[in-house]
């Protein structure tokens, strides 16, 4: 059976088998023209859009169905923690090609849904079509921030210390790996990114992070857009990048630059973070209650360079990753 | 050029120069992790998404790019017409083949801008991506209703008369035409349908519709959710049927069963709604300041048959157009 054999209805009724009943502020859910939500009081709104597109995304030949729903939805969650914002509501816009077996469909539908109930956001409605091209899904979510506690790219003042939540390279290693067929402890990391939410949120809350973005392109291309917006340079400290033990071992034996290779590599889903030094102590509960270690890696500086710091001198820091071109 | 040429933050300052400052409510815009909105005060949000595939939804032959990024909008405001909802805020997710002219890119941008500055919605910020497959456009917006006001599919009562905005017919004749090379009046009917804000507003606001849907599976559809959702059948006068005259030309030289031609063709993105006779006066501001004309096509009754009506007898509605299967 293929996603072609049934009608749009019944593809419908397959994903409301995996959601659980629609919360009590969701006044109209599914199976309308739209859906209708209650606003959460006295919250702004906080709204994102990314889509995953077979081969360029993701190869189904070694990303399991329940792997590209989950990554769907987790890339977007990854920026509502990088806004500080808690997940509210969520938009599927699935575009199939008609041979797609059903029970990879439904395998997509199970991992996204299984990473939605955990990270209590709610499928609001969606659309589904065919296509002549590849597998491509859409998802949009909303998320709730408190007035004045969104947390920006362009806050980071000359001063102001990086932070990193978890280890890099993990992801981009993960995928050489499962690409070249290699058996890998860390497939994980690649496959089930987590959105570093409680993070985003409690920096959100105490006010701790003057700018704050995920890392979906990599560490080097996240520090040049905070850097960027926010009218500053940096200076990395090259030493203190904590790249996963495993991909650090990857990278050794397959790269000709192992740090770069960590440091450009995407799909991490980490935050980097600015905090003001004054202000260290704001961190207390991120740094108890995040679920996550975080480590200071760096410093914005006045001058606009961008620098990788070690023992053997200062580097210019790689470029980052672009998607597109 | 192409879009493979430019770099995705050289395309999203392309996508900015369209569009006008952002609003006041939008505290945070294009460019950062993602979008933050101020929610209207007493209203609820309403959200949809909706994608257009090129050949599934559109060919670049005869589809203008102005037109494309026109109607990929313009369905997802139907949607939020078909709800009662006041347009608030929109995400694009492009997915381009990278041969893509930039001409076409900008074309597509302007459609879709120009369409946005003409109701009212803003763009708060989208996702850039290529794709080895077609171009696919996914748009997801929010609107605000006013609580308990929002239009449904399932509040149809026996006895309720239903209703149409415009003609029909019109998009589906056009999109044959263009199809064919056979210059046609209409063709802006398909290629850049008008959503029913208006109407849809008026109609929430006096609580003048106990249902409502629009139309972009054709009228069958519509009147075969409508009647499902509400658990009623239908009854439709054929003569009432509001086709546009260039269509039913069209038809009657192309079509075996023209009147069916007519119901079941897609695209028409008018409201199709259901009134309490006892509260038809509900509807004074609708006729008067909705902005298109309506036509009582038919009741709503107890018996679930979906019939068509005409001198010559009764016969069964006919079905309506899956885009999946």
Redesign the interface.
């Known amino acids: 059976m293929t ?6 209805a019944a ?1 419908v009724a397959r994903i409301q088998q995996h959601l659980p009943p629609p919360p009590a502020w969701m ?2 859910g599914i ?9 959460v009081r006295n ?9 995953l ?1 077979e ?3 993701f190869d189904r030949a070694f990303t399991p169905p329940s792997a590209i729903g989950h990554r769907a939805l987790a890339v977007n969650l990854s ?2 923690a ?2 500080g ?1 808690t997940p509210r ?1 969520a ?3 699935l ?1 199939m090609p008609r041979t797609l077996p059903l029970a990879d469909f439904d395998g997509i539908i199970e991992g996204l849904a299984t990473a939605a109930a955990r990270h209590r956001i709610h499928l ?11 597998l ?1 899904i ?1 998802v ?1 979510v ?2 709730a ?1 408190k007035p004045r506690r ?1 947390l ?3 806050g980071a003042r000359a001063g102001d210390e990086l932070y990193l939540s978890g280890t890099i390279g993990a992801a981009a290693a993960a995928l050489q790996m499962l690409k070249a067929g290699t058996p890998s402890a860390i497939a994980g990391r690649y496959l089930y990114p987590e959105p570093r939410l409680r993070l985003g949120s409690l920096l959100a809350t105490n006010r701790a992070a003057s700018a ?3 890392l979906s392109d990599g560490l080097a291309d996240a520090v040049r857009r905070i850097a960027g ?1 926010s009218g500053v340079g940096a200076v990395i400290d090259e030493a203190a990048i904590p790249i996963d033990a495993d991909a650090r071992d990857w990278f050794a034996r397959s790269s000709p630059d192992p740090v770069a290779a960590a440091l450009t590599g995407g799909d991490d889903y980490e935050l980097l973070f600015a905090v003001r030094p004054r202000t260290r102590r704001r961190l207390a509960a991120a740094i108890r209650h995040g679920g996550v270690p975080i480590t200071r890696i760096g410093v914005c500086t006045a001058d606009p360079a961008l620098l990788l710091r070690s023992e053997a001198g200062d580097r210019p820091l790689p470029p980052g990753y ?4």
Chains 1, 2 share one sequence.
Do not use: K, Y
């Not at 199976?31 to 606003?39: K, L, M, R, S």
């Not at 672009?322 to 071109?325: G, L, V």
């Open positions: 996603v072609g054999d049934l009608s749009e593809l006044t109209v199976g309308d023209d739209a859906a209708v939500v209650e606003p919250r702004l709104e906080v709204l994102t859009v990314d889509a597109v081969t360029v995304h920026d509502l990088a806004m914002a509501a938009l599927l816009s575009a609001a409605g969606g659309n589904l079509t065919a296509t002549p091209g590849p491509t859409d949009a909303t998320g921030v969104a920006q790219r362009g704050c973005i995920d917006a672009s998607h597109f071109r």
